[in-house]
């Protein structure tokens, strides 16, 4: 399975754009590119998945370049209730497979 | 609403109890997760289960075994807890297809503590 590298943490300030970059150098063909968001004493929730170029919903964009050896989740405006951790996971989507989530990023969003 | 649910929220067990969490989802999902949580150390996954009867070592198995007779119920089992399984423990089931097994849920997690 594809390691992932992201920072540990992040700082930011309301109504910034927040971008968090993961490194995953050994990404397979048949991989995708996940995001979680976990808040403290809460799962972790699905944010955002992609294969490649950029995908965009409701909540985060993410942007894949052509080498998949990285990829970077973008939060428009951020707010307080950003603050959390975000993973960035890299696994085969066609079956049965383990989910690795790494050390995540802590973003914390101030006034 | 999709649901992952976990028997308990917080749990005290003694050292060398044997001790069974239990995780139910309702979304006839093929994919069930075990993992543990712990500061610094992020998320570690435990074992894994990708039908009825099957299951598949994670990361840090030791010391724990799962079962998963029925394909809504997975449950991991501490044969003889320790103090180092002191811990919260999360549970998490993800469909089949493409797209579908990395789109995990999550359930509310328990905080065992043994003693």
């Known amino acids: 399975l594809a390691k992932t590298t992201q920072p540990i943490s992040m700082d930011s300030y309301e109504g910034q754009e927040v971008n968090i970059t993961c490194s995953h150098n050994?990404?397979?063909?048949?991989?995708?590119i996940t995001w979680y968001q976990q808040f403290p004493s809460q799962g972790p929730r699905f944010i955002i998945q992609g294969y490649k170029t950029k995908v965009t919903n409701e909540v985060a964009s993410l942007f894949i370049p052509a080498d998949r050896k990285s990829s970077t989740l973008s939060l428009p405006r951020v707010s307080l209730s950003d603050t959390a951790v975000y993973y960035c996971l890299v696994a085969f989507t066609g079956g049965g497979n383990k989910l690795t989530f790494g050390t995540g990023t802590q973003l914390k969003v101030e006034l | 609403d999709v649901k992952v649910t976990q028997s308990s929220r917080y749990l005290v067990k003694r050292t060398g109890e044997k001790v069974f969490l239990e995780c139910v989802q309702d979304m006839d999902h093929e994919n069930m997760f075990w993992y543990r949580q712990d500061p610094g150390l992020g998320l570690r996954l435990i074992y894994f289960s990708y039908d009825v009867k099957m299951k598949e070592k994670g990361d840090i198995p030791e010391g724990y075994s799962v079962s998963r007779e029925k394909k809504e119920r997975f449950s991991l089992i501490l044969e003889s807890a320790s103090t180092n399984q002191t811990s919260m423990y999360l549970c998490?089931?993800?469909?089949?297809?493409?797209?579908?097994?990395?789109?995990?849920?999550f359930g509310q997690g328990t905080r065992l503590t043994v003693v």
């Open positions: 050994n990404i397979a063909t048949n991989d995708y």
């Open positions: 998490a089931s993800s469909g089949r297809g493409r797209g579908a097994n990395t789109e995990a849920f």
